[in-house]
């Protein structure tokens, strides 16, 4: 690895639709980046900013939220009440200087392993040019 | 708006004014119940309270410029779990009110038998500098009459925050609004509901015109919001990135006051206050180990960025968290900077209309697509 860097990641990923589609890249053995680390939540509308906050804090590079397509939702809006939050939390970003483009907002499917995949590659390929964070450097927070 | 009448008032006395236009509002309209400010019985502090006995009111202060707590957080405390059976007359600021219409949204407040009287106001002392005002036996009240709220001025002791208020005119909500500024020199009555009209319609009152009042308040908030601008850029410079958050927040002890007194924090079980955040020592081991080291307390910045996220969009810019802090830390201004930009990107203002849902409680199928 050397002094390369390699982005700290955390995905959300929805257990019906995005998580399913990790697992479907898996099983299809398609390569993605291991920088990501996948946690699995009931929908991405369960997502609550705080534990965005406690990811980024905690020395994340980038934080990833995938979500069922709008109208797919297994909770039925669950996905566009994401979509607000994600809004909220990307105002506040760029209003304190926190450096918003951390944060991707995804829809990918169970079907989408492919998309998967490549969603994973670039998203790293897009913190990578970014560099290490900031924020979780700070250890009084 | 409805029409507009004019207050006669007899006695030089605002406070007294009020109080007997409040009372003859009760007498006329079988009202029996009365939140307005009173005077303590230690005398050295104005709250607002709840108050049946008559007799109590002659120490009424309706316009004492202090603001110790919230009334929309009182109010929430009386009617949260059901309506009230009897009216109440509840007479209060522009700000609280404002928190009273985020509150009634969050469904902390049955507004069902309450009436509310507002008034433009320019602002209150901080509690502490009102208290040591009348502990010295200062006429406090009648000084902001003349030099404040008579003018539409504000002299430099008046808190931060009702400085910068935008809102401050008795809003379209309140059922009957109280004028000062451009009142044609006497005191306009005006209501702005049904409820109000009905009220006012029992009162044998004159009719006024009062044509320069828009064009004065406008010109008020305008000067505030230029203000407020030119101060936001000051912020902006000094909490920007985590290490101007930190500084910004350096001397927060984690007490949660400002959370504690913000109208708009009325969970009951709390996030920051759940077992969540009961730790274990692998926890301190693992972060100390990472970062190398954990300041004690941890997670301040992460409770403020927190509450931000999950209630700025309904902060109606009280100052009373900033108020609340122990270590003066100017706590509303970041909020309200944070505040003014995601409420414009919902295209939102809290307390301007009880229709408008609240950002986080509703979604549009057709919005947003540039996120997903
Ligand atoms: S955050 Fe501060 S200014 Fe905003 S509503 Fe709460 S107490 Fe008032
Ligand atoms: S009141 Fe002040 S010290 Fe207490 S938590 Fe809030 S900002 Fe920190
Ligand atoms: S169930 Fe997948 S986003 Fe709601």
Redesign the pocket.
């Known amino acids: 690895m050397g002094d390369k860097f390699e982005p700290k990641l955390i995905g959300f990923f929805c257990n019906w639709c995005t998580s399913s589609a990790a697992d479907l890249a898996g099983t299809s053995r398609m390569q993605y980046p291991p920088n990501i680390r996948p946690i699995r939540v009931m929908c991405s509308g369960s997502v609550d900013l705080a534990y965005i906050w406690r990811a980024f804090l905690e020395g994340a590079d980038g934080v990833i939220i995938g979500g069922c397509h709008p109208g797919d939702c297994h909770y039925v809006s669950g996905n566009y009440k994401a979509r607000r939050r994600i809004k909220i939390f990307e105002t506040i970003m760029k209003t304190l200087g926190l450096d918003e483009k951390r944060l991707w907002l995804r829809w990918i499917s169970a079907s989408e392993g492919k998309k998967f995949a490549e969603t994973m590659k670039e998203f790293t390929e897009h913190i990578r040019k970014l560099g290490p964070s900031e924020i979780g450097k700070n250890w009084s927070i | 708006m409805g029409e507009k009448f004019q207050l006669k008032i007899k006695d030089e006395d605002l406070n007294k004014g009020l109080k007997d236009f409040l009372l003859q509002i009760m007498e006329k309209n079988e009202i029996s119940n009365l939140i307005v400010p009173l005077l303590i019985p230690s005398k050295n502090n104005v709250f607002p309270t709840f108050v049946k006995n008559r007799e109590l009111l002659e120490d009424a202060k309706p316009i004492a410029p202090v603001l110790p707590v919230s009334t929309a957080t009182m109010i929430s405390k009386i009617t949260r779990l059901s309506p009230s059976p009897e009216k109440i007359l509840v007479f209060l600021k522009p700000c609280e009110l404002r928190g009273i219409l985020e509150l009634t949204k969050f469904k902390q407040i049955t507004l069902d038998n309450l009436i509310f009287v507002s008034y433009d106001c320019m602002g209150a002392y901080k509690t502490d500098f009102y208290e040591e005002a009348l502990s010295g036996g200062k006429d406090i009240d009648s000084e902001y009459v003349s030099k404040n709220l008579m003018k539409g001025e504000q002299d430099d002791n008046i808190r931060d925050?009702c400085k910068l208020c935008e809102n401050f005119f008795s809003t379209a909500f309140a059922d009957i609004g109280i004028g000062f500024i451009g009142a044609d020199g006497g005191i306009l009555i005006e209501a702005h509901t049904e409820k109000g009209k009905e009220v006012l319609s029992k009162l044998s009152l004159e009719k006024t015109e009062a044509k320069e009042r828009d064009e004065r308040l406008e010109k008020i908030s305008k000067n505030r919001k230029e203000k407020w601008e030119k101060e936001k850029k000051e912020i902006k410079k000094e909490a920007t990135g985590i290490d101007g958050l930190v500084r910004y927040f350096s001397k927060c002890i984690d007490c949660h006051n400002?959370m504690g007194?913000?109208?708009?924090?009325f969970c009951k079980e709390c996030f920051w206050e759940s077992p969540t955040f009961e730790f274990t020592p692998l926890n301190f081991l693992g972060w100390a180990e990472k970062k190398g080291a954990v300041k004690l307390p941890t997670d301040t910045i992460f409770f403020h960025l927190g509450r931000l996220s999950h209630?700025s969009t309904s902060?109606?810019?009280?100052?009373?968290?900033s108020d609340a802090c122990p270590m003066d830390i100017k706590?509303?201004e970041l909020?309200?900077l944070v505040?003014d930009d995601t409420q414009a990107a919902f295209d939102y203002k809290p307390g301007r209309d009880l229709e408008e849902e609240a950002p986080l409680v509703t979604f549009k199928e057709d919005e947003l697509k540039e996120l997903g």
């Open positions: 925050a400002c007194q913000c109208p708009i924090c209630m902060c109606i810019a009280c100052g009373l968290c706590v509303y909020f309200h505040a």
